[in-house]
């Protein structure tokens, strides 16, 4: 049997689908294991993508689909605003290859890029917690957006 190479966790479906909160098509919305705030989500392509120049015209509009899912979350939630981060080449500080976007309520200052200075940091079984109460919150809201 061939062995799957991965180039960094996001490829790796077993790590990242235990993170994963919702598939929207061809993205996801995954909770952060290191997060700045509770809400802290990622975004990213289910096919790995280095760039967002590589993305389809379909993982653009999933990408739209899942960025108003994420906003109806935060009003929800009484969150007036939140900034997307994407961090492009190594020279901004980016370290995992892989294509993805943080969403974090409030502005971008509050963001660490170095996983150690966040202040949430959460095991398996919190994952496991943290996923099972929000995947039917966003299950609910897409259902309404698809109305």
């Known amino acids: 049997m061939e062995k799957t190479a991965y180039k960094d966790i996001f490829d790796n479906e077993q790590i990242i689908g235990a993170s994963t909160i919702v598939k929207i098509g061809s993205m996801r919305?995954?909770?952060?294991l290191d997060a700045d705030h509770e809400y802290h989500f990622l975004l990213m392509p289910i096919a790995h993508r280095e760039s967002f120049t590589e993305l389809t015209g379909d993982?653009?509009?999933?990408?739209q689909f899942a960025e108003r899912a994420i906003s109806e979350f935060y009003k929800a939630h009484g969150i007036d605003g939140y900034s997307k981060i994407e961090l492009v080449g190594k020279g901004a500080?980016?370290?995992i290859e892989h294509l993805h976007w943080h969403f974090v309520p409030g502005k971008s200052d509050v963001f660490h890029n170095n996983p150690k200075e966040r202040p949430i940091h959460r095991n398996g079984e919190q994952m496991k917690e943290?996923?099972?109460s929000l995947r039917p919150e966003f299950?609910?809201?897409?259902?309404?957006l698809k109305q």
């Open 59 to 63: 993982e653009l509009k999933d990408m």
């Open 93 to 95: 500080g980016r370290t």
């Open 29 to 32: 919305i995954v909770a952060s």
């Open 139 to 144: 299950e609910e809201i897409i259902k309404k």
């Open 130 to 132: 943290v996923i099972d």
